[in-house]
């Protein structure tokens, strides 16, 4: 009720006490991110304290807080659900601040945990406000950065160079050289990744307008 009543401080009082509270469901399988999805202030307190299986969650309609905040975010917008953007408008603002916990909470995560495929991508796009959509792709393009070669290569003894100046025995080498193979696999698997991600997008796609906005941010077809 705290939510419902856009009560901050009752909802933060709740959370002090009760901090599981933050994982309950309601009849419909709302969690409290679902009931806070138009209601910016609280959802951000709320989300200090959401993991990522919070985040996944799906009520009874199969949408999670993510898609009901995209969804009523063209319902708050001066320009509802057409492709001109806002000015001075905070219907974007809670789609915002799930899609932020969303990439923060992934980037912690093995691949094969991220989830980052919506089911129904097209009509979650058209559904939203304009700033909301383009929030939601420019996501989608820091996601999709991660998977990329370039953000793979983490193991700092790709080096031909030993830091501390000693001559590399043949053991080093070898080493290195294994550890090399290994690296390039894996910016294999995340360059198939990252145009998995692109070829996807674009087969769900059906209106010119979405396919404009994701080829603005970089996103095309792999031939």
């Known amino acids: 009720m705290a939510i419902i009543n856009n009560d901050p401080d009752e909802v933060d009082r709740i959370l002090r006490r009760f901090p599981d509270s933050i994982a309950e469901l309601d009849l419909y399988k709302r ?7 138009t209601r910016p202030e609280i ?99 820091k996601i999709r ?20 100046g000693k001559k590399r025995t043949a053991s080093d080498k070898q080493g290195s050289y294994l550890r090399s193979q290994g690296q390039l696999q894996i910016c294999d698997e995340a360059d198939g990744a990252a145009g998995s991600l692109s070829d996807w997008i674009f087969q769900q796609i059906r209106s010119v307008n979405l396919a404009q906005l994701f080829y603005r941010h970089g996103f095309m077809i792999s031939i």
């Open 31 to 37: 969690s409290p991110l679902h009931l806070a999805s």
């Open 43 to 141: 959802l951000g307190r709320l989300l200090e304290l959401a993991d990522f299986s919070i985040l996944k969650q799906r009520d009874g309609t199969g949408a999670n807080a993510l898609d009901m905040a995209m969804a009523l975010s063209s319902r708050h917008c001066v320009n509802g659900r057409e492709y001109v953007r806002c000015r001075e408008c905070s219907c974007y603002l809670c789609a915002k601040y799930l899609l932020n916990a969303t990439y923060n909470l992934i980037r912690t995560l093995p691949l094969q945990e991220w989830d980052i495929y919506p089911p129904v991508l097209s009509q979650l796009l058209e559904d939203s406000s304009e700033l909301a959509r383009r929030h939601y792709i420019f996501h989608l393009g």
């Open 145 to 164: 950065s991660l998977l990329r070669p370039v953000h793979a290569l983490t193991n700092k003894n790709l080096s031909t160079k030993q830091e501390d």
